[in-house]
């Protein structure tokens, strides 16, 4: 089984694909944490580096991550990238979407460079919105629902025809 879960910062990628992948029973793999393994704290890498940098380092752990199977989720800025896009194209793409209002008290005390209080998240955001949704097959809103209930209602698309569908298309489109 393999997804990929998209979407804005504090979204709740990694904490769902967590619980997702113990539901499916497969593995998980998180590219911020892949970066963060490698190069230290995302915060340093920004200030000492810049984000260009840190985009390279991103790339990186986006190619090492989707060597394996199972769930894989993205940092928030990940599918920026063109090539990125590109190499997604044959997996099944979840985004998770988030009110601003649930924001708030995810985004942490400056741990997330680009997106520092709500109102800067809203615009990035917006500025990623319409790319975020170009490439989902399936969206999940996580502003409310409990962890358990988005990963199921993942599990549950996953396995429907719809998520067959998508997968057995994108496979004829290669």
Do not use: C
């Not at 995810?106 to 998240?121: S, Y």
Request: hydrophobic share 40%.
């Amino acid at each position: 089984m393999r997804v990929v879960l998209i979407g804005p910062p504090a979204s709740g990628k990694s904490r769902i694909g967590k619980k997702l992948a113990r539901m499916l029973g497969t593995g998980f793999v998180d590219t911020d944490r892949l970066v963060v393994k490698e190069h230290g704290p995302i915060p340093e890498i920004f200030a000492e580096h810049g984000e260009a940098h840190f985009r390279a380092l991103e790339r990186a752990a986006v190619v090492t991550a989707l060597e394996s199977d199972g769930v894989v989720a993205f940092g928030g800025g990940a599918v920026l990238d063109p090539e990125t896009q590109r190499d997604i194209d044959s997996w099944p793409v979840v985004l998770l979407t988030v009110h601003p209002d649930a924001v708030a008290g995810r985004l942490g005390n400056g741990r997330r460079p680009t997106v520092p209080d709500v109102e800067t998240w809203k615009v990035v955001y917006e500025r990623r919105r319409e790319l975020y949704e170009s490439l989902a097959d399936h969206t999940a809103d996580t502003s409310s629902q409990p962890t358990e209930k988005v990963a199921a209602e993942i599990m549950e698309w996953l396995g429907s025809a719809d998520a067959a569908n998508v997968t057995k298309q994108k496979e004829i489109e290669r």
